[in-house]
């Protein structure tokens, strides 16, 4: 190496010091991890990888095709399409396409109208201001999912009025880790010919590993193509499925989905392309395959069952406290009620704690990621009582 290249990597460093570290155990609020070791000879031999132009990297474009069934046999689909892209919000932003394509088919001057749950990421917000879609926001309901009931009036009354193009339902929902009623949704769903896009980002790989010991009575877990009119499932390998940024994913039902992507794209080796993002790495696709081989089910199961395990424990020391949950946490997110969470978040970071909060209540929200382990959150508990202390 010679001294410029020295010099670069010296001062490249010095930045990337000031960046927090997940293994210090104070970040609290993120949904990302530290990515398995394994993924750093991957992101090399994978490094020039393109699938923006399949023609050109046959092997990885192979492999993408794999992927996709691998996350087939989680999301109970033997005959799945889709992609490994940049994150959730691009697997939403492509499920909303869709269904505006499909609407659009239909009428071409209608508006796209599509039912959207409170607790949706505000990645579909994006979509609204590309796509000019209308939401329709039911209430949540006392587990503060989408009230079903509500669901089913507001389609029943103004189906004929509005039209319903597609129903977002969620799969482990950002701020509290909660799942829509799914297989009701899904009944609606097909009696009234409605397409259901999943957002299951975070529980994609959480809920299909979940054991039964921390499955909450008399709550449906049920999110994947099993249930009717499931169309499209987000799902993201860079959030527990500990792959490294970026990798997302969109699956659909099958493959008849594709030509409402397809663009066409006259001077690549293929002549259509239906991803958003054009160039894009096939890094996603190399480490994901890698870790899902290598975990297995055994393996995500583990994980999985230590972030729960050390959610309960997070509860467990709270209460000690005197500090109390929101709900039993239905995945690895625990709420903490708070009158002024955003204080409360403010003073945790001058000490060095980085939580977020809650929109739909309010409450403190912890992430509790597998590089999360009990004496990060002993010392957690330290520094919150102190806030309040204060
Ligand atoms: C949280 C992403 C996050 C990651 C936040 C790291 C803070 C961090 N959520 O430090 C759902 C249910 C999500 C979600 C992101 C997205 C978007 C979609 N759906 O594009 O990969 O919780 O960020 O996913 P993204």
């Known amino acids: 190496m010679d001294i410029k290249e020295k010099e670069i990597l010296r001062e490249l460093k010095k930045y990337r010091e000031r960046d927090l570290k997940y293994e210090d155990g104070k970040i609290l609020g993120s949904m990302c991890s ?7 000879k991957i992101v090399e031999m994978f ?18 095709g794999k992927v996709i069934k691998m996350m087939g046999n989680i999301l109970n689909n033997k005959n799945p399409f889709g992609y490994i892209i940049s994150g ?4 939403n932003i492509t499920a909303m396409r869709v269904i505006k394509k499909i609407s659009r088919k239909k009428d071409k001057d209608k508006k796209v109208n599509i039912i959207l749950p409170k607790t949706a990421h505000f990645s579909f917000e994006k979509a609204r201001d590309m796509m000019d879609l209308n939401y329709i926001s039911p209430p949540l309901n006392k587990n503060y999912i989408m009230d079903v009931k509500y669901l089913k009036d507001y389609i029943e009354d103004k189906r004929e009025k509005h039209g319903i193009d597609g129903i977002v339902a969620i799969a482990g929902c950002t701020e509290l880790g909660t799942i829509d009623n799914i297989l009701k949704i899904s009944k609606i769903a097909k009696e009234h010919k409605i397409y259901i896009h999943v957002d299951a980002a975070f529980g994609g790989f959480v809920i299909p590993f979940l054991e039964e010991r921390y499955r909450l009575e008399n709550y449906n877990y049920e ?9 499209s499932i987000t799902i993201d390998p860079h959030k527990m499925g500990l792959a490294p940024i970026p990798a997302g994913s969109i699956v659909f039902k099958d493959h008849s989905f594709k030509k409402y992507l397809d663009v066409e794209a006259p001077y690549l080796t293929d002549t259509y392309q239906a991803t958003l993002i054009g160039t894009r790495t096939g890094i996603g696709v190399a480490t994901t395959w890698a870790l899902m081989k290598l975990l297995g089910s055994e393996g995500y199961r583990e994980i999985v069952s230590k972030c729960m395990e050390n959610s309960y424990y997070l509860i467990r020391r709270m209460n000690e406290y005197d500090f109390e949950e929101v709900i039993t946490p239905v995945l690895n997110i625990v709420t903490i009620k708070d009158e002024d969470p955003l204080r409360t978040s403010l003073m945790l970071r001058d000490m060095g704690w980085y939580v977020s909060i809650c929109r739909c209540v309010d409450a403190l929200r912890i992430i ?22 204060d």
């Open 223 to 231: 999110f994947d193509f099993s249930l009717d009119n499931v169309f």
């Open 368 to 389: 509790v990621m597998p590089h999360i382990n009990k004496d990060h959150i002993d010392n957690f508990i330290e520094a919150l009582s102190q806030c309040k202390r």
């Open 47 to 64: 490094l020039e990888s393109n699938l923006g132009d399949p023609g050109l990297f046959p092997g990885t474009k192979e492999l993408e």
């Open 88 to 91: 959730g919000t691009e697997a």
């Open 34 to 40: 530290k990515p398995h070791p394994l993924s750093k």
